[in-house]
Antibody, heavy 117, light 108 residues
Framework: QVQLVQSGSELKKPGASVKLSCKAS????????IHWVRQAPGQGLEWMGW????????TYAHGFTGRFVFSLDTSANTANLQISSLKAEDTAVYYC??????????WGQGTLVTVSS | SSELTQDPAVSVALGQTVRITCQGD??????ASWYQQKPGQAPVLVIY???NRPSGIPDRFSASSSGTTASLTITGAQAEDDADYYC???????????FGPGTKVTVL
């Protein structure tokens, strides 16, 4: 069965960087794009962008350019999200999700990133 | 970029019907999909591609669309349907997507 397993919670200081992973299994990794979604505490879902798992080409939503980088490790069927120069407002749960057609069919369990001094 | 709007909250009596709406200019040319999220859990896709349910989603969930408004209907709401619901669609900017702000559904 399709599974997306995300890396564990992170506690970081402002200004640091963090790299989150999303390991896929149960399907051919390069056939379906991976999207990233952020959810700040008590807030709604925010689309961050997506990465083409066939070409590695990323697309970033407005507001997620510069400090946010999507990447792949295709040998490990893993998508990564790196966030640099962390700010308190980056505190959130970050989800990866696999696309069906345009919809987000399968979701990871989420990774909580806490940015605090 | 496009925006989607949703009512912040609605309530429904157990066993009754509730409709959640999502409005946005991009819905005139793009389908909305719908996600259910319960506290502390990842979202779950409940409707995709106009009015299709993934395996395991009860048939009390259905969707429709007209013009710039998409709707999710729960017919015969159950206690387990108490959750946040988000619409999602392709933005008018190619290859970009957007979520609505979410609707909190309370089953009384």
């Amino acid at each position: 069965q399709v599974q997306l397993v995300q890396s564990g919670s992170e506690l970081k200081k402002p200004g640091a960087s963090v790299k989150l992973s999303c390991k896929a299994s149960g399907y051919y990794f390069s056939s379906y794009a991976i999207h990233w979604v952020r959810q700040a505490p008590g807030q709604g879902l925010e689309w961050m962008g997506w990465i083409n798992t066939n070409t590695g080409n990323p697309t970033y939503a407005h507001g997620f350019t510069g400090r946010f980088v999507f990447s792949l490790d295709t040998s490990a069927n893993t998508a990564n999200l790196q966030i640099s120069s962390l700010k308190a407002e980056d505190t959130a749960v970050y989800y990866c999700a696999r696309v069906l057609f345009g919809e987000l069919q399968f979701w990871g369990q989420g990774t909580l990133v806490t940015v605090s001094s | 970029s496009s925006e989607l709007t949703q009512d912040p909250a609605v309530s429904v009596a157990l066993g009754q019907t509730v409709r959640i709406t999502c409005q946005g200019d991009n819905l005139r040319t793009n389908y909305a999909s719908w996600y259910q999220q319960k506290p502390g859990q990842a979202p779950v896709l409940v409707i995709y591609s106009k009015n299709n349910r993934p395996s395991g989603i009860p048939d009390r969930f259905s969707a429709s669309s007209s013009g710039t408004t998409a709707s999710l209907t729960i017919t015969g709401a159950q206690a387990e349907d108490d959750a946040d619901y988000y619409c999602y669609s392709r933005d008018n900017t190619d290859n970009h997507y957007v979520f609505g702000p979410g609707t909190k559904v309370t089953v009384l």
